[in-house]
C-alpha cells in the first residue's frame, strides 16, 4: 500500500511491538517457508494468496465497520475493471510479476538503458522475501539481479534504482540498515554488475531524515540527491538531502539537508526528486499542500539552488488524483507523473503538469490515464520514465492478469461485507464435506480439497471459477482420489509452487498394508496438464508406513526456498505420538523423495499434532500438539505449542491447562512481525462459559497471555490470519448461532462476529478464512447448503463461501481545519469508497453544527447520486469563517448501506489577520 512505509515508521516509533501484521522487526519475513506460513497446512507461491497478511501482500481491511457484512452475490473485480471508463492514451502491460523467487509487488518505477532493458525493484520475493533488484529485458523477461535481506543491507521497501556509465546501480530502501525491517531508517546502496551489494549510507531517522521512500538521482560530479519521507525538523515530515562520495577510494559518502519540510502548504514526506540543467531539484509529497499533514492530497515542489521551496501545484485528491509519486520532466519544462489513489476510478492516474505560458502563472494539470486496478494495474507506487519518442514506463503495485488480485505490473502509456455462498458441493461426484480451507490464483481461481465425495468417495482436490460479479462459481475436479495407493479421505488444504503443481497430505491410503486395509497417508503431487482441458496428474510422493516415519498426516504441507516440503502426522513416529517430518526432493529426475523424521512426541513434549507447522527465517520450526505438554487432561496433557530448532532439539512453549488459557489446539500458528505467535484453542477457558476456547499470544520471549476468551459455544479449530492493521480474522465451529461463525479480533482484544451461519448457507466452518487485497474473506464450511449429503440426507455437502464488507469507508474520518483567517477560504476533501460489491445510492450530504454559525460550513462538490461496486469519491468541504471564535460541526453522509448516516466531526476556528 502507498504510504505505508511512512504509516509503519511513525506507528513504529510510537510502539515498536505493535500489533500490526505489516511491520516491525520482521522475522516472518524470511524464506519461502515463512511466506507460506498461514494456515497450518502451508501457503501458496506468488501466483496463489491463502494468507496475506502479516507476510506477503498486505490483506487490506482498513476503516471497514465491524457491522457492515450482507449475504450477496461474488466479486469479480475484473468485470468492474472491464466496464471502467475509457483513457485518454494506450497502456501496454509489459510484464506481470509473481513473487518468489524472482520478486513480486513492484512499488518503485524502472530505469531504462540503451538496450531496453528496464531496471527496478521489487517490495517482496527474493531468496529472504525482502525484495529483489531486477532486470526486464525487451521481450519480457525478468531476471533477479540482487535479493535483500532485510538487514544491514537493506530491502525493507525498496525504491527502484538508478545505473551509471559503468554498469552500477544505486537505490535506496526504506528500513534496514542499522536495525532488522522496519526498525532500521534505511540507507542508500550501490549494486556492481557482479551484483554485490555496498551501502553507501545509512539513515538514522534524526535531523538529517529517514525512511526514504525514492530513490536517488546522480549528478555528472557523482553527488546523489534523495529525499527521506521522516525524520528532520520538528514535524518529522522529510528532507532533500545530498550525498557527496569520499575524495579517496574506500572513504566515507557525506550528506547535507538541503531542504526541511513542514508537514503544511509546502507539502510532506516527499517522493523523489529530479533535477534541472541549472542545478533545481523537482518533486512530490504525499501529503500537505491543501490541509496540514496527513489531511492534504500532495504538492508538486520545485526547490533552487539557494535551498528556496516553490509549490507549483496542490492536488486536491478528486479526479486530478491523490498521493502523487516522484516527476520527470521532459526538454520544454512539462512534468510527468503518476498518483496512488484518485482519478475516475480511484485507482491512481498518469498525468501531466504543464508549467505556466507566463512567469509567475499558475501550472496546469492533464490526467492521461487513468488506472481502473483491474488487468492494466492499478496503485501505481512510483514515477515515470520516458523514451526518446515520449512513450512512458513504469510500474503498478496491483493489477495483471488476475485484476485486483495481481501483483503489479510494467506498463507502458504510448501517445496515441457482503456473504456468498460461491460454490454449494454436490455430493458424491464433485466431493463433499471440505475439511480445509482454499488457495487463491492471481486469476482469482480457488483450490481446495474435500475430504469424501468424488469417484471413489475417498475424496477430491477441486478448482471453483467464478465467471462475473454475483455469478456462482463453476467446479472442476482435478483430481478424485480412490483410497488405494494414491491416498484418500484428504482433510488438509493445498499449497502450490511457481508452476502451478498442488501439494498436499492425504489421510489415509498409500501403502495399504499399513494399518491394513486402510494405509497410512501420502504426500502427494498434482501437476497441471500439459494441455488446456487436459487431466492433472497425481504423484505419490511418499507413503508412510507407521512407525518411525509417522502415520495419518492430517495437516498440510509448507516447502522452503529448496523445495523440501515439511509437516506433521497425528500418528506414528517412534512413539506412537505423532511426527514432524521433512520430505526433500529428489537429486535427479524422477528419483524419490526421501523423508526424514524430524521429531516424534512422546506425550509431556506433546502429543497428536492436527495441525501444521510454520518456519522462521533461522529455519526453526514451530507448530501445536492436540495434546501433551505435561499437565492436566489425563496422562499427556492439554496441548502444547512447541519449538524445533534445526539441530531438532525441541522446546515446549506452553503446555496448556485446560484452565484460562484454553485447550486442546487444533488450529495452527502465524507470527506477526516481531516474531509473536498467536493461535486458538479448541475448547478450554474459563468453566463458566463452558469451556469454548481462548485466542492466545505467545511473544518472542516466550511470555504467553491470552487474548480474547470465546463467550458462546466457541470451539475455534482455524488458524488466524491478519489484516494489515493487526485486526485478527477466524472461524469457530460452534459459535454465533451454534452452526459457526466468522470472527475479527481487533489489536485491543475486542470481538466482533462478522457473520453466523444458519444451515442453508452452511455450518460447521473449522478451516478458518483467507482474505484478498479488496478485504474479501474466503473459507469453506464442512456441511450445510442446498443439497443433500454423501447418504441423501439433509446434513448438506458443505459450501465454499465468501464474505465481503458492505458499507463505505471514509478517509480521514475527521477533519481539522485550524486557525482560518476571516474571509479566507479554507478546503478539506473527504474520499467516500464502496467496499461492497453491490453499488451504493448517496442521500443528502448535510452539516450538523454544534458551536458556530452553519453558514460558514459549505460543500464544493459531492458524490453522485450511485457509487458502483469498488468505486469511490470525493466530497470538498469548505470553511470560510465570517466571525473569530471555534466552529465545529459535523458532516452527515446518508447511504443506502448499514451503518448510514456516516458522521465525520468537524473542528475549525476562525481568527482576525
Request: aromatic share 10%; glycine share 20%.
Amino acid at each position: 500500500m502507498k504510504n505505508l512505509k511512512t504509516q509503519l515508521a511513525a506507528l513504529l516509533l510510537s510502539t515498536l511491538c505493535s500489533f500490526t501484521g505489516a511491520y516491525g522487526q520482521v522475522i516472518p519475513r524470511g524464506d519461502a517457508a515463512t511466506l507460506r506460513q498461514g494456515r497450518p497446512n502451508g501457503a501458496p507461491n506468488p501466483a496463489f494468496s491463502a494468507n496475506a497478511g502479516a507476510q506477503g501482500k498486505p490483506f487490506n481491511r482498513l476503516n471497514r465497520p465491524p457491522y457492515a457484512w450482507q449475504k450477496t452475490g461474488n466479486t469479480d473485480r475484473s468485470a468492474i475493471a472491464a466496464s471502467a471508463a475509457q483513457s485518454l492514451d494506450q497502456e501496454i502491460v509489459l510484464h506481470s510479476f509473481g513473487t518468489m523467487p524472482n520478486g513480486g509487488l513492484p512499488d518503485s518505477g524502472v530505469f531504462r538503458d540503451a538496450d531496453g532493458n528496464l531496471y527496478g525493484t521489487t517490495f517482496g520475493g527474493g531468496s529472504s522475501n525482502s525484495g529483489v533488484v531486477y532486470r526486464v529485458n525487451a521481450s519480457g523477461k525478468e531476471t533477479a539481479l540482487y535479493s535483500f535481506t532485510g538487514g544491514a543491507d537493506g530491502g525493507a521497501f525498496t525504491n527502484g534504482v538508478i545505473r551509471d556509465g559503468d554498469g552500477n546501480l544505486y537505490g535506496t530502501t526504506y528500513g534496514g540498515g542499522s536495525a532488522v525491517g522496519f526498525a532500521g531508517a534505511g540507507v542508500v546502496f550501490m549494486v556492481d554488475k557482479a551484483g554485490q551489494e555496498t551501502v553507501l549510507y545509512t539513515f538514522t531517522g534524526g535531523a538529517e531524515g529517514g525512511y526514504p521512500v525514492a530513490g536517488v538521482i546522480r549528478d555528472g560530479a557523482g553527488n546523489l540527491y534523495g529525499t527521506a519521507s521522516g525524520g528532520g525538523g520538528a514535524s518529522g515530515t522529510g528532507v532533500v538531502f545530498k550525498l557527496v562520495p569520499p575524495a579517496q577510494p574506500g572513504g566515507v559518502w557525506t550528506e547535507t539537508v538541503l531542504y526541511t519540510f513542514t508537514g503544511g502548504a509546502d507539502g510532506g514526506d516527499p517522493n523523489g526528486v529530479i533535477r534541472d540543467a541549472a542545478g533545481n531539484l523537482y518533486g512530490t509529497t504525499q501529503y500537505g499542500g491543501s490541509g496540514v499533514g496527513y489531511a492534504g492530497a500532495g504538492v508538486v515542489f520545485k526547490l533552487d539552488l539557494a535551498g528556496q521551496e516553490t509549490v507549483l501545484y496542490t492536488f486536491t485528491g478528486g479526479a486530478d488524483g491523490w498521493d502523487p509519486n516522484a516527476v520527470i520532466r521532459d526538454a520544454a519544462g512539462n512534468l510527468y507523473g503518476t498518483t496512488y489513489v484518485g482519478g475516475t476510478s480511484g485507482a491512481g492516474v498518469v498525468f501531466k503538469l504543464a508549467p505556466p505560458p507566463q512567469p509567475g502563472g499558475a501550472w496546469t494539470e492533464t490526467v492521461l490515464y487513468n488506472f481502473t486496478g483491474g488487468t492494466d494495474g492499478g496503485y501505481p507506487q512510483a514515477g515515470l520514465i520516458a523514451d526518446a519518442v515520449g512513450n512512458l514506463y513504469g510500474t503498478t503495485d496491483d493489477g495483471g492478469p488476475g485484476g485486483a488480485s495481481g501483483y503489479g505490473v510494467v506498463f507502458k502509456v504510448d501517445t496515441a461485507s457482503q456473504y456468498s455462498a460461491v460454490y454449494t458441493f454436490l455430493p458424491p461426484l464433485d466431493g463433499a464435506n471440505p475439511e480445509a480451507g482454499v488457495i487463491r490464483d492471481a486469476a482469482g481461481n480457488l483450490y481446495g480439497t474435500a475430504s469424501s465425495g468424488g469417484a471413489g468417495n475417498a475424496g477430491v482436490v477441486y478448482k471453483v471459477h467464478v465467471t462475473g460479479q454475483g455469478t456462482k462459481g463453476q467446479e472442476t475436479v482435478l483430481y478424485a482420489f480412490t483410497g488405494g495407493a494414491d491416498g484418500g479421505y484428504p482433510q488438509a488444504g493445498l499449497i502450490a509452487d511457481a508452476v502451478g503443481n498442488l501439494y498436499g497430505t492425504a489421510e489415509e491410503g498409500g501403502d495399504l498394508s499399513c494399518n491394513a486395509p486402510y494405509g497410512c497417508g501420502v504426500v502427494f503431487k498434482l501437476a497441471p496438464p500439459a494441455q488446456p482441458g487436459g487431466a492433472w496428474t497425481e504423484t505419490v510422493l511418499y507413503n508412510f508406513t507407521g512407525a518411525p516415519d509417522g502415520a495419518y498426516p492430517i495437516a498440510g504441507v509448507i516447502m522452503d526456498s529448496a523445495g523440501n516440503l515439511y509437516g506433521t502426522t497425528i500418528n506414528g513416529g517412534t512413539s506412537g505420538a505423532g511426527a514432524v517430518f521433512k520430505l526433500a526432493p529428489p537429486a535427479q529426475p524422477d528419483g524419490a523423495w526421501t523423508e526424514a523424521v524430524l521429531y516424534s512426541f512422546s506425550g509431556p513434549d506433546g502429543a497428536y499434532p492436527r495441525s501444521g507447522v510454520i518456519m522462521d527465517s533461522a529455519n526453526n520450526i514451530y507448530g501445536t500438539t492436540f495434546e501433551g505438554g505435561g499437565s492436566g487432561c489425563g496422562v499427556y496433557g492439554c496441548g502444547a505449542v512447541y519449538k524445533l530448532d534445526p539441530s531438532g532439539n525441541e522446546t515446549v512453549l506452553h503446555g496448556f491447562t485446560f484452565g484460562v488459557d484454553g485447550g486442546f489446539p487444533i488450529g495452527g500458528l502465524i507470527f506477526d512481525s516481531a516474531g509473536s505467535l498467536y493461535g486458538t484453542t479448541w475448547s478450554g477457558g474459563p468453566p463458566s462459559l463452558d469451556y469454548p476456547g481462548v485466542v492466545y499470544k505467545i511473544d518472542s520471549s516466550g511470555n504467553f497471555s491470552v487474548l480474547y476468551t470465546f463467550t458462546d459455544f466457541g470451539g475455534s479449530a482455524s488458524t488466524l490470519i491478519f489484516d494489515s492493521q493487526g485486526n485478527l480474522y477466524g472461524t469457530t465451529q460452534y459459535g454465533g448461532q451454534g452452526l459457526g461463525d466468522v470472527f475479527e479480533l481487533d489489536p485491543t482484544g475486542h470481538q466482533t462476529v462478522l457473520y453466523s451461519f444458519t444451515f442453508a448457507d452452511g455450518y460447521e466452518p473449522v478451516a478458518g478464512v483467507i482474505g484478498d487485497e479488496a478485504g474479501h474473506l474466503y473459507g469453506t464450511t464442512l456441511y450445510g447448503g442446498t443439497s443433500a449429503d454423501l447418504y441423501g440426507g439433509t446434513s448438506g455437502g458443505g459450501v465454499l463461501f465468501m464474505l465481503a464488507p458492505v458499507a463505505p469507508s471514509v478517509s480521514p474520518t475527521s477533519l481539522s481545519f485550524g486557525n482560518v483567517g476571516l474571509g479566507y477560504r479554507a478546503k478539506k476533501v473527504v474520499t467516500l469508497q464502496n467496499q461492497g460489491i453491490d453499488p451504493v445510492e448517496i442521500g443528502p450530504i448535510t452539516f450538523t453544527v454544534t458551536t458556530g454559525d452553519a453558514s460558514q460550513f459549505s460543500l464544493e462538490h459531492v458524490c453522485p447520486a450511485s457509487i458502483g461496486a469498488g468505486k469511490s469519491c470525493t466530497i470538498a468541504v469548505i470553511f470560510t469563517p465570517d466571525a473569530a471564535g471555534a466552529d465545529a460541526a459535523t458532516l452527515n453522509i446518508v447511504t443506502s448501506a448499514p451503518g448510514s448516516p456516516i458522521e465525520i466531526p468537524i473542528i475549525a476556528a476562525g481568527i482576525k489577520q
